[in-house]
């Protein structure tokens, strides 16, 4: 048995006590008032089932079957979902369907972010650095060079597309209502404002991509506040997050093979190292349990892997999640 796959037969990691659930789901609450309490048609999991944590054999691009030999889908579009400010422990007691997921297909046991607060972690994401950023202030405080994953799968001509729940206008440079300019970075990166204008989509434009199977090769995906767990409970993100995964499955590049969805978190609650959930979906995964260290810079190298270009920043070095997963790539 190999080094890789010895790791990845090992489980997660620790409980979350009932008590401190409740306190991270309501803690940092604002607008718990509006805040949905359905919770998700998902028979609840508070720890993750290790009985079969193998991987299937994502990374080999053909298979053969019956005599023939079957070319296996590359994975050439990647969709990124940021939640907010929860550790694993947290979310795998407190999402119910995203551990389901994570099950299925893949998790990552030992996942960090980059630091506190939420915006240098976006960027780190986007970026492959910081730019020494340590707040969350809009854009007209941090005016940043670029590049980012986004305008560099454009230039190599590539697609690219962030969708932004509760944003009114594409790329928009202030907060407002329940839309947070801190969790959306591309409107930061001032050498890329035209592309941001372009591609940085209010979230009605995720539904029609979806549907016509023209998800892009680099997107990403951002609730509100309402839906990423930063104002309301973990249960709110978790129903949000299921609703939007039974439509991407339901669409043709999910069921082409093309597309893997990343759920993660930008922070934990600074009380469990910054160890976040990353779930990692594709049809050619099953149950895969990654124990090696990986990183938010580990996603922006992700994209690199995914659009065929060079790894920005800090994602040059970052261990590669497509190894890791085992996720067919170019």
Request: hydrophobic content about 35%; glycine content about 8%; aromatic content about 6%.
């Amino acid at each position: 048995m190999t080094r890789q796959r010895r790791q990845r037969r090992q489980g997660p990691g620790r409980r979350l006590g009932t008590a401190a659930v409740l306190v991270a789901a309501l803690g940092s609450t604002a607008a718990l008032g509006a805040c949905s309490s359905d919770a998700p048609a998902v028979t609840p999991s508070s720890t993750f089932s290790t009985a079969s944590s193998t991987s299937s054999t994502a990374s080999s691009t053909s298979s053969t079957r019956a005599g023939t030999t079957t070319r296996q889908p590359v994975v050439d579009k990647l969709l990124v979902v940021v939640m907010e400010n929860h550790s694993l422990a947290q979310m795998q007691a407190a999402m119910p369907y995203t551990v389901s997921l994570a099950q299925r297909y893949g998790y990552a046991t030992h996942y960090t972010a980059t630091r506190h607060p939420s915006l240098p972690n976006y960027l780190a994401i986007a970026s492959g650095s910081t730019h020494g950023v340590a707040d969350d202030a809009p854009p007209s405080k941090h005016p940043l060079a670029g590049p980012t994953v986004f305008g560099t799968a454009l230039a190599k001509g590539r697609t690219a597309a962030v969708y932004v729940q509760g944003m009114a206008t594409p790329c928009e440079h202030a907060s407002s209502g329940d839309y947070a300019v801190k969790h959306n970075p591309w409107p930061y990166f001032t050498s890329e404002a035209a592309q941001c204008e372009r591609h940085n989509l209010p979230l009605a434009a995720f539904g029609t991509a979806v549907r016509s199977g023209t998800l892009p090769n680099a997107g990403m995906l951002l609730p509100d506040l309402y839906h990423d767990a930063h104002n309301c409970p973990l249960a709110t993100a978790d129903t949000w997050f299921q609703e939007q995964m039974r439509s991407i499955q339901a669409g043709p590049d999910w069921r082409s093979g093309r597309l893997a969805v990343v759920l993660t978190a930008d922070e934990d609650d600074h009380n469990a190292g910054n160890v976040v959930l990353t779930v990692v979906a594709h049809p050619s995964l099953q149950h895969v349990v990654v124990t090696t260290p990986l990183t938010h810079y580990s996603l922006t190298r992700l994209y690199a892997e995914v659009t065929g270009t060079k790894p920005l920043g800090y994602g040059a070095a970052a261990p590669s999640m497509a190894k890791a997963f085992g996720l067919p790539v170019r």
